[in-house]
């Protein structure tokens, strides 16, 4: 009679589960960005919530909450109801955070749902324009004639460009000076007035001024050419095999949120990020538009946390 009980327990449920489900969405969604308005993460997030708000024909918001390394959106969102109206952008820098600071105010892994990833963003390595090189290879042979004279510069200390700076001096052996600045602007400008001599930088953003012939860009970070720039080589096929250090944006809801939810969900963003239009306004922002499924996003989250966690520890990062 008890394991009777518990069956048809269990069964309503499931049947509970799934009546909701059918009925999911039903009013607004939220989407709770740990970025300012009108970055890439940003303008990424809002072009593929507008496709997916009107498949599923309701009204998507996107609420930015930037602070504390992502801290504070992630906080809001592993409290929020797991019923899939309140999701989170997450992204490398979601993994940075892991093992940037001390303590969380959640489990990375545990507390979070990935549904889908919407797409990968390349850093660019690009120089002053006087440099004498062409390609990783070459800078890595500069930096060998003249130990401790190269200096790249990133954004502040902890980001996605500076730990890929360090990885790439790591890797290359070299003796660099790396260098945080305020913002992508400063870095960009210093590069190309020579204050830099290089930086590693998010793609996008240095499109105008590479296109413009003020800057030289020598490599992309990711494993393949940016379609985009199909002439500029990848710097592990350029300099330094098995290099990588690319960027990506996904969402993800809180744990508990019902299986069928996170599948609707996925099917959505899948759809919306396979859309040619979609694809072509996310190639414009330097962003290759790509979905995947719940467990290929975990995994990602999973190996890039070990992965930056390695790198933070080796450039003897203070973790805050």
Same mark, same amino acid.
């Not at 498949?55 to 959106?73: L, Y």
């Given at each position: 009679?008890?394991?009777?009980?518990?069956?048809?327990?269990? *069964?309503?449920?499931?049947?509970?589960?799934? !009546?909701?489900?059918?009925?999911?969405?039903? $009013?607004?969604?939220? %989407?709770?960005?740990?970025?300012?308005?009108?970055? #890439?993460?940003?303008?990424? =997030?809002?072009?593929?919530?507008?496709?997916?708000?009107?498949?599923? $024909?309701?009204?998507?918001?996107?609420?930015?909450?930037?602070?504390?390394?992502?801290? =504070?959106?992630?906080?809001? =969102? +592993?409290?929020?109801?797991?019923?899939?109206? &309140?999701? *989170?952008?997450?992204?490398?820098?979601?993994?940075?955070? +892991?093992?940037?600071?001390?303590?969380?105010?959640?489990?990375?892994?545990?507390?979070?749902?990935?549904?889908?990833?919407?797409?990968?963003?390349?850093?660019?390595?690009?120089?002053?324009?006087?440099?004498?090189?062409?390609?990783? +290879?070459?800078? %890595?042979?500069?930096?060998?004639?003249?130990?401790?004279?190269?200096?790249?510069?990133? %954004?502040?200390?902890? @980001? &996605? /460009?500076?730990?890929? !700076?360090?990885?790439?001096?790591?890797?290359?052996? %070299?003796?660099?000076?790396?260098?945080?600045?305020?913002?992508?602007?400063?870095? #960009?400008?210093?590069?190309? &007035?020579?204050? *830099?001599?290089?930086?590693?930088?998010?793609?996008?953003?240095?499109?105008?001024?590479?296109?413009?012939?003020?800057?030289?860009?020598?490599?992309?970070?990711?494993?393949?050419?940016?379609?985009?720039?199909?002439?500029?080589?990848?710097?592990?096929?350029?300099?330094?095999?098995?290099? /990588?250090?690319? @960027?990506?944006?996904?969402?993800?809801?809180?744990?508990?949120?019902?299986?069928?939810?996170?599948?609707?969900?996925?099917?959505? #963003?899948?759809?919306?990020?396979?859309?040619?239009?979609?694809?072509?306004?996310?190639?414009?922002?330097?962003?290759?538009?790509?979905?995947?499924?719940?467990?290929?996003? $975990?995994?990602?989250?999973?190996?890039?946390?070990? $992965?930056?966690?390695? =790198?933070?520890?080796? !450039?003897? #990062?203070?973790?805050?």
């Amino acid at each position: 009679m008890k394991n009777m009980q518990c069956c048809v327990a269990a *069964l309503s449920l499931v049947m509970s589960a799934s !009546a909701f489900a059918q009925d999911y969405p039903s $009013k607004l969604v939220k %989407i709770v960005v740990p970025f300012g308005a009108g970055g #890439i993460a940003d303008l990424t =997030v809002r072009t593929v919530a507008q496709k997916m708000s009107e498949s599923m $024909k309701q009204p998507i918001i996107v609420e930015n909450r930037p602070g504390a390394g992502g801290i =504070v959106a992630a906080d809001a =969102v +592993a409290k929020a109801s797991a019923d899939g109206y &309140t999701l *989170l952008l997450i992204s490398n820098g979601t993994a940075v955070s +892991a093992g940037l600071f001390k303590k969380l105010p959640y489990d990375t892994l545990k507390d979070f749902t990935p549904i889908s990833t919407l797409g990968f963003f390349d850093l660019a390595m690009i120089v002053n324009k006087k440099l004498p090189v062409k390609n990783a +290879a070459d800078l %890595i042979a500069y930096a060998r004639k003249n130990p401790g004279k190269l200096n790249i510069g990133t %954004i502040n200390r902890g @980001s &996605t /460009q500076n730990l890929a !700076a360090e990885l790439f001096v790591s890797m290359a052996g %070299i003796d660099a000076l790396i260098v945080p600045y305020k913002g992508t602007p400063e870095v #960009i400008t210093a590069v190309t &007035t020579g204050e *830099l001599d290089a930086a590693v930088e998010i793609l996008g953003p240095t499109l105008p001024q590479i296109r413009a012939g003020n800057l030289n860009v020598i490599g992309v970070t990711s494993a393949k050419r940016f379609s985009g720039l199909p002439d500029v080589p990848t710097v592990g096929e350029s300099g330094l095999p098995n290099y /990588q250090a690319a @960027s990506w944006n996904g969402l993800a809801a809180p744990a508990g949120t019902p299986k069928a939810v996170i599948d609707r969900l996925n099917k959505e #963003i899948n759809t919306a990020v396979s859309n040619p239009d979609i694809r072509k306004r996310l190639l414009e922002l330097g962003v290759v538009a790509q979905g995947g499924t719940p467990d290929a996003a $975990k995994n990602l989250l999973a190996s890039d946390i070990a $992965k930056w966690g390695g =790198v933070i520890e080796k !450039a003897k #990062i203070e973790k805050q």
